[in-house]
């Protein structure tokens, strides 16, 4: 089944909002990445989480875990036309040392200028 | 200079031809990965070689058959096509020590 699933499907916002996204996933983790996907390309990474973290920054990005409900958010502040693009969860479930990733089903994220 | 690069960019193919797809990743990285996105963008691992050897091999029909020559490069063929494959498929790697994976620009697979 599914590791992880995303929430909203879609998300259409305008230019300066703020844009949060969340993830849920089943098993144990060591990490979970954040990946975003623009149109027609491939995938991007943006920000890793340990199992042991609570939060993380990255400029604009703040990821958040909460191990004991298994979810995660990513949130995007001041959003730019530029951020439109799919973003997706991914975690490894556990998988050792092969980097087996299990994706999400992403968000849609259009933010509108 | 390209990371990871993948060729054709687009495949259009007949059901029942075989194909395959090429990447080369320029990082250096030990381990390459084949995943499929299927139309409602979800993402599936299917392969992932470590310096050449097979240490992921997901429920994938065996008519896909990945070959990794060296450790710079993962091909993935496929034999028999069929409507179903129909997908974009991403070649990413990933160093030993880095948990993040850099992944190419997909080729884009349909077949009629």
């Known amino acids: 089944s599914q590791q992880g699933e995303e929430d909203p499907q879609a998300l259409s916002i305008q230019e300066g909002e703020n844009a949060t996204m969340n993830c849920s996933y089943k098993?144990?983790?060591?990490?979970l990445q954040w990946y975003r996907q623009n149109s027609g390309r491939g995938l991007v990474h943006l920000i890793l989480?340990?199992?042991?973290?609570r939060e993380k920054h990255s400029g604009r990005l703040r990821v958040t875990l909460d191990t004991s409900k298994k979810s995660s958010s990513l949130l995007i502040t001041a959003s730019r036309a530029a951020d439109t693009a799919s973003y997706f969860c991914?975690?490894?479930?556990?998988?050792?040392?092969?980097?087996?990733?299990?994706f999400g089903q992403g968000t849609t994220l259009q933010v509108k200028p | 200079d390209t990371a990871v690069s993948q060729t054709p960019k687009y495949l259009v193919t007949q059901m029942g031809n075989d194909k395959s797809i090429k990447c080369e990743q320029n990082?250096?990285?030990?381990?390459m990965y084949w995943y499929k996105q299927d139309s409602k963008k979800f993402l599936k691992i299917m392969f992932s070689?470590?310096?050449?050897?097979?240490?992921i091999n997901e429920t994938v029909p065996n008519r896909f058959s990945p070959k990794s020559p060296d450790k710079a490069h993962l091909n993935l063929h496929i034999n028999s096509l069929e409507l179903g494959d129909s997908a974009v498929y991403f070649c990413?790697?990933?160093?030993?020590?880095?948990?993040?994976?850099?992944f190419g620009p997909g080729t884009r697979l349909l077949v009629l």
């Open positions: 990082l250096g990285h030990d381990t």
């Open positions: 991914a975690t490894d479930a556990g998988s050792g040392n092969t980097g087996k990733l299990i």
């Open positions: 070689y470590n310096n050449k050897e097979l240490i």
């Open positions: 989480i340990r199992s042991n973290e």
């Open positions: 990413a790697s990933m160093t030993g020590v880095e948990e993040t994976q850099y």
């Open positions: 098993t144990s983790i060591n990490n």
